[in-house]
């Protein structure tokens, strides 16, 4: 059975893309088979993200349509072979995408015998956003410690237990709190929103706190996700949440201020 | 950056985005998967009181609430003392 984890979050730029190429890349290191789909029809980036952007052929809208077979849209990872990409079509318009083709399409892979299907969900409450979260099991809620994306957030909750395959079976979306862009030095001086704050105010479970870290930008200028990067922290903190989305006990790291010893202060280290 | 700022207290300004939200987001959930033409219910049902007694705007409430497994319409209209006569 594919399991089919829809990453949203209402707002733009809190970094659904970047969660779901972290998260796609993170499930395939740990020998999953997973396929990851840009729904963001018209604005693609899930490629550039994922650094395979001259390779695109064929896209989503092109196998909805008929027009290329799954298999040969789909692009395989050059770093994992147990990865694979669907980009998004980037001149059609927004009604390109349909539930009936879509549910092909996440039907298809399942049968193809894929473990995880990640879908990076367009921001805004639309088609695309609605029909990246319609068939999901789960969903990542992806979070900035921020009043505008919180807002935005409880907007998406409503829209998981309302208007997906689940809510209308009368079960429910297994949603989970993905924060990023954490800066607990900001949260110790009272200026951001804690894990805590931001988990009372939408009542989730956090799945993972992404700290702050320009190791963000230099992977997504590279085309190499973050969590490929073993030295970066924000790397680590996306292993740590596919290891708890995989089930495992993992504690939170990165979320209190580190002290520095007074020789570290010194010397630096 | 003054040599006696640590002296003024801090602004806790994420207290103040919790509180905001929790508000915020508690109103938003009422009225969520409340059908769209509430608004405009509330409205017509507005100008129609206004035509026999004179009401403030806030005076309508329409609310979508459960009873078990049916729906309620729940409108409320309060009046102003001294609105019976006419």
């Given at each position: 059975m594919a399991e089919i984890i829809v990453v949203t979050s209402g707002k733009?730029?809190?970094?659904?893309?970047?969660?779901?190429?972290?998260?796609?890349?993170?499930?395939?290191?740990?020998?999953?088979?997973?396929?990851?789909?840009?729904?963001?029809?018209?604005?693609?980036?899930?490629?550039?993200i994922m650094g395979c952007e001259r390779r695109v052929v064929f896209d989503f809208v092109n196998v909805i349509q008929g027009?290329?077979?799954l298999k040969q849209?789909?692009?395989?990872?050059?770093?994992?072979?147990?990865?694979?990409?669907?980009?998004?079509?980037?001149?059609?318009?927004?009604?390109?995408?349909?539930?009936?083709?879509?549910?092909k399409v996440l039907n298809d892979l399942a049968a193809d015998g894929f473990d995880h299907i990640i879908c990076d969900s367009p921001a805004g409450i639309e088609r695309g956003a609605h029909l990246a979260m319609y068939f999901a099991d789960r969903a990542v809620v992806v979070v900035n410690p921020e009043v505008s994306s919180v807002r935005d957030s409880d907007r998406i909750l409503g829209l998981l237990a309302s208007k997906t395959r689940r809510a209308e079976q009368g079960t429910r979306v297994e949603e989970f709190l993905l924060?990023?862009?954490?800066?607990?030095?900001?949260?110790?001086?009272g200026e951001m929103l804690s894990i805590g704050d931001v988990?009372?105010?939408?009542?989730?479970?956090t799945i993972g706190v992404i700290p702050e870290s320009p190791d963000v930008l230099n992977?997504?200028?590279?085309?190499?996700?973050?969590?490929?990067?073993?030295?970066?922290?924000a790397g680590q903190a996306y292993i740590d949440a596919v290891a708890r989305l995989l089930g495992e006990e993992r504690p939170m790291r990165f979320t209190t201020v580190e002290r520095k010893s007074f020789f570290s202060k010194i010397f630096g280290g | 950056m003054s040599l006696f700022d640590f002296l003024r207290p801090k602004k806790n300004t994420a207290h103040i985005a919790k509180e905001r939200l929790r508000i915020i987001v508690a109103q938003e959930r009422t009225h969520r998967g409340a059908p769209d033409y509430l608004p405009e219910l509330q409205r017509e049902l507005l100008a129609l009181i206004k035509k026999y007694v004179h009401v403030d705007v806030d005076s309508v409430k329409v609310e979508m609430t459960k009873d078990g497994d049916h729906d309620v319409l729940d409108i409320s209209v309060s009046l102003?003392?001294?609105?019976?006569?006419r």
């Open positions: 733009g730029g809190v970094g659904k893309t970047t969660t779901s190429a972290s998260l796609a890349c993170g499930l395939a290191r740990r020998g999953k088979r997973v396929a990851v789909i840009d729904f963001d029809v018209g604005l693609r980036n899930l490629d550039l027009e290329a077979s849209a789909l692009i395989r990872d050059k770093r994992i072979d147990s990865l694979h990409i669907l980009a998004a079509s980037q001149t059609r318009d927004k009604d390109a995408l349909t539930k009936e083709g879509v549910e924060l990023t862009r954490y800066s607990p030095k900001r949260v110790e001086a988990e009372d105010v939408l009542g989730l479970k992977a997504s200028n590279k085309g190499e996700p973050v969590a490929l990067d073993p030295e970066s922290l | 102003p003392e001294h609105s019976v006569s």
